[in-house]
C-alpha cells in the first residue's frame, strides 16, 4: 500500500512539472522571446524594456486560455478513502487434526454453498469408526449372552469374567489413544497460537513504517508551506510571477492529499494490529479450550477405564444374587449405549473429513496443498462472497452532521481507472475512534459484473449538498490580489476587462458568481503573464475571436 501511495504523488510531481515545462516553452515561442530580455532590463515576467505583463517593448500580446461563465451545480463533497471488503467471509478449517488428501478449488474459483472443497484423509477416522462398531457388537453381545440366563445361578463366573476382561482391555486401549490424540491436539493449538503472535508482530512491525512514512510526509507538507511563504513574498515585490506562486501552492496541496493519505494508511495499519491481536487472543482461547477438552476426555478415559475393571471385579465376585444380576445387566446396557454414543461420534467424524463451503462465493486464499497437516483454527480455505461488497471508510468527526445513511456516494477503485461506481451508506458508527476521531461508514456497491474484488483501495466522494448557481466558471479562473477576488474578462475585440467579483458557493472545480460576470462571458483560466486592463490578448490553440 505504502509503495502505492508513493507512487501515485511521484506521478502527480511529475506530470505537474512536465506540464509547466511545455506550457512556458510554448508561451515563449508564441511571444517571440524569452521573458525579461537583457536589452530591456526589464523585470521578470515582463517583456524588454517595459512593464510586468506584456507592455510595449518588443513582445505581442500574450496567449491565454479561456472558459464560458455559465449555469452549473456546485456540489459539496466529503472524500475519503476505504478498502473493499466482503460481506460474507468463511475460513474453511478442520475440526481435527490430519492430513489433507485433495483440495477441489484455487484462488478465484467459484464455488456454491455445500460444495466439497477440501478432503481430509480419513484412514485414521475409518480404523476408528471400525473399532467403534467392534466395540458395539461386543458390547451387545456380552448383553444378548448375559440375558440368556432368566435365573442368575446360570450365569458362568468365568464367562462374565472373560467378558470383563475384554472390556478392560478395550478401555485401556481407548485411554492410551486419547493420550497420543492429546499431545497432537495441543501442539496444533500451541502452532496456531505461534501464527497468530508472528502474525501481530508483522502488523505493528507496519505500523512503525507507516508513522515513519507520516512523519516524512509531514516534514514534506511543512517544506511546502514554506515554499509557499517564500513564493507569496516574492510575488508581492515583483520577483516572481502568479505562476510559481499557484505551483507552490499546488505542491502543498499534494503533499497535504500525502498527508492524508498517510493518515488512512497508519489508521488501517492500526485496525490491521487490533484484528492481529484478537486473533492471537482467539488462538489463545482455543488453546485453553483444546487443552480443557483434551484433559476432560483423558479423565473419561480413565474413569471408563476404572469402570471396566470395576465390572472385572464385580464379575470376580459371586454373581449368584439377583441384585448383583440386575446391576449387571444394567451396567451392561449402559456399555452398549455407551458404545453405540461414541460409534455416532465417530462416523460423525468421518463426515466432517469432507470440509463443504457454508456460503456461494469466489476462493479467495488457498493456505495449504494436498499432503500438508491441517489443524483445527487453521484455515486451509477462505470463501467470500462477492455479488455485492462493503467499502470501509472513515470521515472526520466535524463532517459527521453532513453525512447520513442512504447518501450516494461515488467510488473510483485505483485498479480499475476511468471507471465510477455508484453506491450508498448503509451503515454508519455512532462512536468515533478514540485515537483517530473519525467515524467508520461501509457504503454498498452491487458487483454483478464481478469487476470488483475484496481487498481493493478506492477513493469515495459523497455528495452532501447541490445547489443550482445560475453563473459558475471554473475555479483557475478567480486571482486573489490586495483588492479581492477578480476574474479576467475577455471580450469580442480580443480585450481583457478585469472584473472584481463577489463568491458564493464553491465547489472543487466551480466557483459560484453573484456579482461581476454574466452567463455567457469569456473569462480567462490560463495565463503566464500577469493581464491588465484593456489588454490585448491571443487565444490558446490559435483561434481567433471568442465564442459569442
Not at 229 to 234: D, I
Not at 307 to 328: D, G, I, V
Request: net charge positive; glycine share 8%.
Amino acid at each position: 500500500m505504502r509503495f502505492v501511495v508513493i507512487l501515485v504523488c511521484a506521478m502527480l510531481l511529475t506530470g505537474l512539472t512536465v506540464w509547466r515545462f511545455g506550457n512556458r516553452s510554448q508561451a515563449s515561442a508564441a511571444m517571440g522571446g524569452s521573458p525579461g530580455g537583457a536589452s530591456g532590463g526589464g523585470r521578470p515576467g515582463g517583456a524588454p524594456g517595459g512593464a510586468p505583463g506584456g507592455a510595449p517593448g518588443g513582445r505581442g500580446a500574450p496567449t491565454v486560455g479561456i472558459a464560458v461563465a455559465s449555469p452549473g451545480e456546485i456540489e459539496t463533497v466529503v472524500d475519503t478513502v476505504g478498502s473493499l471488503e466482503s460481506p460474507n467471509k468463511a475460513l474453511i478449517a478442520p475440526k481435527f487434526t490430519g492430513r489433507i488428501e485433495s483440495i477441489s478449488v484455487r484462488e478465484g474459483d467459484a464455488v456454491t454453498a455445500g460444495q466439497v472443497l477440501v478432503k481430509i484423509d480419513p484412514s485414521e477416522l475409518d480404523g476408528e469408526v471400525a473399532q467403534r462398531q467392534s466395540a458395539v457388537a461386543e458390547a451387545r453381545a456380552r448383553l444378548a449372552q448375559a440375558q440368556l440366563g432368566q435365573n442368575p445361578a446360570a450365569v458362568s463366573v468365568s464367562s462374565q469374567i472373560q467378558l470383563q476382561k475384554s472390556s478392560v482391555a478395550v478401555a485401556e486401549s481407548d485411554f492410551l489413544q486419547v493420550q497420543a490424540n492429546q499431545a497432537a491436539v495441543i501442539a496444533s493449538g500451541e502452532q496456531a497460537v505461534n501464527q497468530a503472535d508472528a502474525k501481530l508482530k508483522g502488523a505493528e512491525a507496519d505500523v512503525q513504517s507507516a508513522l515513519a512514512q507520516q512523519s516524512r510526509d509531514q516534514a514534506n507538507l511543512l517544506s511546502s508551506e514554506s515554499k509557499l511563504r517564500r513564493a507569496e513574498s516574492l510575488y508581492k515585490d515583483g520577483f516572481v510571477s502568479l505562476q510559481s506562486v499557484e505551483n507552490s501552492r499546488t505542491e502543498l496541496e499534494v503533499a497535504k492529499a500525502t498527508i492524508r493519505v498517510s493518515e488512512s494508511t497508519v489508521n488501517a495499519r492500526r485496525q490491521e494490529v487490533n484484528s492481529s491481536r484478537a486473533q492471537l487472543e482467539a488462538a489463545r482461547q482455543q488453546l485453553k479450550i483444546i487443552k480443557r477438552k483434551a484433559q476432560a476426555d483423558l479423565t473419561s478415559a480413565k474413569a471408563k477405564l476404572a469402570q471396566a475393571k470395576a465390572s472385572l471385579t464385580s464379575a470376580n465376585a459371586n454373581q449368584s444374587q439377583t441384585s448383583a444380576y440386575k446391576e449387571n445387566l444394567s451396567a451392561l446396557r449402559s456399555s452398549v449405549q455407551s458404545a453405540e454414543g461414541q460409534l455416532r461420534q465417530s462416523m460423525a467424524r468421518r463426515r466432517e473429513s469432507e470440509l463443504r463451503s457454508p456460503i456461494s462465493g469466489i476462493v479467495t486464499s488457498r493456505n495449504s496443498d494436498p499432503g500438508s497437516l491441517a489443524s483445527p483454527g487453521s484455515a486451509v480455505l477462505t470463501v467470500q462472497s462477492t455479488d455485492w461488497l462493503f467499502v470501509r471508510a472513515s470521515i472526520p468527526i466535524d463532517q459527521s452532521q453532513s453525512v447520513k445513511v442512504g447518501l450516494a456516494s461515488k467510488v473510483t477503485i485505483d485498479a480499475l481507472p476511468g471507471e465510477e461506481f455508484q453506491g450508498s451508506i448503509t451503515n454508519l458508527t455512532q462512536a468515533a475512534d478514540n485515537e483517530s476521531r473519525q467515524l467508520g461508514l461501509l457504503i454498498r456497491l452491487d458487483n454483478a459484473a464481478r469487476k470488483l474484488s475484496p481487498g481493493m483501495f478506492g477513493h469515495v466522494s459523497i455528495v452532501t449538498k447541490s445547489v443550482r448557481a445560475s453563473v459558475t466558471v471554473p475555479r483557475e479562473a478567480i486571482r486573489s490580489s490586495r483588492e479581492g477576488q477578480t476574474v479576467a474578462v475577455v471580450d469580442k475585440e480580443l480585450k481583457v476587462s478585469i472584473k472584481p467579483v463577489k463568491l458564493g458557493n464553491q465547489s472543487a472545480k466551480l466557483a459560484e458568481i453573484l456579482e461581476g460576470v454574466q452567463a455567457g462571458d469569456q473569462v480567462v483560466i490560463l495565463s503566464y503573464d500577469q493581464l491588465r486592463e484593456g489588454q490585448s490578448v491571443k487565444l490558446a490553440g490559435g483561434g481567433g475571436k471568442p465564442k459569442k
